[in-house]
DNA sequence: GCCTGTCGAATTTTT
DNA sequence: TTCGACAGGC
């Protein structure tokens, strides 16, 4: 039996499909990565060679699946396949060829903290007042003109006549300037400027339409207009482009998605073959069926109804709870009782609308001491040790880079103000030089006086700094400069909590270095910063963890699991209360659209949940149910005795009752370092400390798998279990 | 130049 | 509730 007999007909269909444009319309669930791998498999059958493959996905994690899931098919020369993420396909394009646009080569690319204090810089230079102005507003308003493939001057003629805007022309334009000064790049140029290369060089365009001759674009839906045009660029030669997306799933419009794009593309490509992909391999009827119910109130959307010949199954659960403390309890009491049957912990997801949900849950957890793993909220990347300790390294890849060299100059503090900082900065711009050269010339700087020690103190260092990049390796060069900065030793002197945990976190990334540096063919120090900014917090799930994943409803599109729990189900938190009181109706289609997704998640069992009474912002808030419970059919639902849907009014009464309940503090997360233990630093009999339980006595550590078991009896709540990766104890004398 | 305290804003989603 | 920005005092 081959391979593609595993496949339905129009799964088949669309594998042996290889010449010409493919519009792939794949429900959620109906096994779209089996067939972008088979037909990877197949052309590759066909005599194609791999090297001419290329296929771009939403997130590393994706890649690198699809990547292994092609190896398993076809054994062999899979690695030769440009398996990437679009940014990371622009990166490494541009870091050939970007030269050719007045860049270095050695472009830095900037976050959207790096953008943010780039702009707060600019609105201050122009005087414009970020009251009026958000800097949030201008940067989003660059990056959907950025999404257009509009240029500053462009954006300005535009808008002429808009007073508004055309200041925001003006710092568009002066964002550009300095971004291209600085050698930067920020996300949205990375997609620009490929295409922007590919316009005004064709041979270089030529080039990659030569390389890539089929090419194929997972989540199609959530591309925006320039992420379209740069692989219509590509496929403009040999028409071999197959995109794969679902209308119903495009929950990013926010970020310019262009769900047009799925009904352009049958314009851009005249002669497309549209294939439908509508049996769901992934869900129960009843989950599929409240899925379709609910999407049913969308208007603008292709007309298509996923079926399934999988079982029935359980009805979906709904519970009403008090407060959201009593729906994580609930919900974790539940997940306990999961385990307990036996079912792993990585099986089951507790997805919510906002990052901010995920609090009380991590209390919880934590008192259950069941392991988890919450995927993103503040990244790892963006806590400020680690942002610093990335500063120097950027600062002695890109010296061009004034941003970061800001950052650090007086970090740790070295007695250089605000006052030497502008000074130099005079400085730098009336020699139209860099903020760092201008540092190496402080001599020069007349206006400096006794800071002139202190700046050359700083260069010095920098100087030191390239000196050991050049001799040694990337962890050399990372410990030296925790080391002779003094950051690690400052942390150490403050004793506190605090700090210990900054230099866990530390120690963390220079973990991540030293595993690049191991893994990577040729390490440098500029592929180790890209490959940092370029990851997102959910390429670090590892499957292989066994811990309940707690993510975002926007973080979970593309995965499954046998079961999940979403829970915030009450108008105001899900829908949110922007898309409530939005005027527009397309806001509440996006925001059905991403419970849509939420729902087609669940494999086996699906909860939901609300909270009559919640905690934001400080304050108490009562929501009604949310209005996507009601679009679910009763029928599929299995409600609390008692509960009724039609009356939705917060039940004031309960609120009294309930008052004066005493809830515990909210634990303060350094949940992402993940550590693995080789060793413990304690062992049986050593006295310990954990963060909630206080002082206990090792009784017993029972290794299993990448983990311990270990088991203490505490002074205060007597003998627990626990994992010691997760309980992070502490040794104490 | 650095530290501290107060005030205000924030919570929609992210490669 | 929590975080960050900013002002004012040392």
């Not at 220079?510 to 595993?515: E, G, H, I, S």
């Not at 059919?633 to 009014?649: A, F, M, T, V, W």
């Amino acid at each position: 039996m081959g391979i593609y007999d595993t496949l339905n007909e129009q799964q088949q269909e669309a594998v042996f499909c290889t010449e010409g444009p493919l519009l792939l319309l794949a429900g959620a669930g109906s096994g779209k990565t089996r067939v972008l791998t088979h037909r990877i498999a197949y052309l590759m059958d066909q005599g194609v060679n791999p090297y001419h493959i290329m296929a771009i996905t939403f997130t590393n994690k994706a890649a690198k699946e699809m990547r292994e899931r092609v190896d398993d098919l076809v054994g062999y020369g899979a690695e030769h396949i440009w398996v990437s993420t679009f940014h990371s396909t622009c990166v490494r394009i541009l870091r050939r060829h970007i030269d050719k646009l007045g860049y270095g080569n050695s472009f830095t690319i900037y976050d959207a903290d790096d953008q943010k204090s780039l702009i707060k810089q600019i609105c201050k230079q122009y005087k414009i007042d970020t009251k009026m102005m958000p800097e949030r507003k201008i940067i989003n308003e660059i990056s959907s003109a950025k999404d257009e493939f509009m240029t500053p001057s462009e954006y300005e003629t535009r808008h002429q006549y808009d007073f508004k805007k055309k200041k925001i022309a003006q710092i568009y334009k002066e964002y550009q300037r300095q971004l291209k000064a600085n050698n930067a790049l920020d996300f949205d140029d990375l997609i620009f400027k490929t295409v922007e290369l590919f316009q005004f060089h064709p041979e270089v365009l030529d080039y990659y339409q030569e390389r890539f001759r089929y090419i194929m674009v997972d989540e199609y839906q959530d591309t925006n207009t320039i992420q379209f045009q740069l692989v219509s660029m590509l496929a403009r030669k040999y028409h071999n482009l197959c995109v794969v997306g679902d209308d119903d799933q495009s929950i990013y419009k926010f970020r310019g998605a262009n769900v047009k794009n799925i009904l352009n593309f049958e314009n851009v490509f005249p002669e497309a073959v549209t294939i439908k992909l509508e049996q769901n391999y992934r869900s129960t009827k009843n989950i599929l069926n409240a899925a379709n119910e609910v999407i049913k109130h969308n208007k603008g959307r292709k007309a298509k109804k996923l079926w399934t010949e999988n079982e029935e199954g359980d009805l979906i659960e709904f519970h009403q709870y008090g407060t959201e403390y009593e729906e994580a309890r609930q919900i974790i009491d539940k997940i306990e009782a999961l385990s307990n049957e036996g079912y792993d912990y990585k099986n089951m997801a507790i997805l919510y609308r906002t990052n901010a949900q995920s609090r009380v849950f991590e209390e919880s957890f934590m008192i259950k001491n069941i392991p988890y793993r919450i995927v993103g909220g503040t990244n790892f990347y963006q806590r400020k040790e680690v942002k610093d300790i990335l500063s120097y390294l950027k600062v002695v890849d890109n010296g061009l880079d004034d941003l970061a060299v800001r950052r650090i100059i007086n970090v740790p503090r070295r007695g250089i103000g605000a006052a030497t900082i502008e000074k130099i900065n005079v400085y730098a711009v009336e020699h139209n030089i860099s903020f760092l050269d201008a540092c190496f010339s402080a001599d020069h700087i007349e206006t400096l006086g006794n800071a002139k020690k202190k700046i050359n103190g700083f260069a010095d260092l920098i100087r030191d700094f390239r000196r050991k990049m050049e001799e040694g390796s990337l962890e050399e060069l990372f410990k030296y400069i925790t080391e002779e900065t003094g950051y690690i030793a400052d942390l150490k002197a403050e004793e506190t909590e605090e700090a210990e945990g900054r230099i866990e976190n530390i120690n963390e990334l220079l973990n991540k270095v030293v595993t690049y540096e191991q893994e990577a063919e040729e390490a440098s120090l500029s592929e180790l910063l890209e490959e940092i900014a370029l990851v997102a917090d959910i390429d670090n799930l590892e499957d292989s963890d066994n811990r309940v994943v707690l993510m975002t409803l926007h973080s979970a599109k593309g995965l499954e699991f046998p079961y999940v729990f979403i829970c915030g189900m009450e108008d105001g938190i899900f829908p949110s209360y922007m898309t409530v009181m939005s005027e527009n109706d397309d806001d509440m289609e996006e925001e059905r659209r991403l419970c849509y997704v939420g729902i087609t998640r669940a494999k086996k069992k699906l909860y939901l949940s609300a909270a009559k009474r919640r905690m934001m912002q400080g304050r108490t808030q009562f929501n009604k149910v949310s209005r996507f419970i009601d679009e679910i059919p009763e029928q599929l639902l299995q409600l609390d005795k008692g509960i009724n849907l039609k009356e939705k009014r917060p039940d004031k009464a309960l609120f009294s009752a309930n008052r004066g309940h005493k809830f515990r503090k909210p634990y303060q997360a350094k949940s992402f370092t993940s550590t693995k233990m080789d060793t413990l630093s304690y062992s049986v009999g050593d006295m310990v400390k954990h963060i909630k339980f206080g002082k206990g006595k090792v009784l017993e550590i029972v290794p299993g798998g990448r983990d311990y078991e270990v088991t203490v009896d505490f002074e205060k709540v007597g003998v627990k279990k626990m994992f010691a990766s997760f309980a992070k104890l502490k040794k104490v004398e």
